[in-house]
């Protein structure tokens, strides 16, 4: 991390990072849905609300904005798992034959 904060690419760190977990929550959202329904959003508070603690205990900058950035994906994604649902019933995504 030294190397980071002395060049100063903390920004490019944290722009790189959040690139690459805002597009990890989209096949996360996806395949908890299609394997667990709407329940899987239970998973996604759980994972906002230890990644908001985090956030707030870290010191270190850089960990704890990914920390947050973390936390607000899981939670945008609770949303995201409900329009899932309806993406599914309108056909656009394929539905678990073995889910009721």
């Known amino acids: 991390m030294e190397f980071i904060h002395t060049y ?3 920004g490019l760190l944290i722009g790189l990072c959040t690139f690459l977990i805002i597009g990890l929550f989209h096949p996360l959202v996806i395949k908890g849905e ?3 329904g709407v329940k899987c959003s239970l998973a ?3 994972l906002g609300i ?3 603690t985090v956030s707030i205990i870290i010191t270190d900058q850089t960990i704890s ?3 947050g ?3 607000f994906s899981s939670f945008w994604s ?3 798992v409900f329009e899932q649902k309806k993406r599914v019933e309108k056909g656009w995504f394929p539905k ?3 889910r009721k």
């Open 65 to 67: 904005t990914l920390a």
């Open 34 to 36: 299609y394997y667990f």
């Open 96 to 98: 678990n034959p073995k």
């Open 50 to 52: 230890i990644c908001t």
């Open 69 to 71: 950035v973390t936390a």
């Open 78 to 80: 609770i949303l995201e």
């Open 8 to 10: 100063n690419l903390s």
């Open 44 to 46: 996604f508070l759980i």
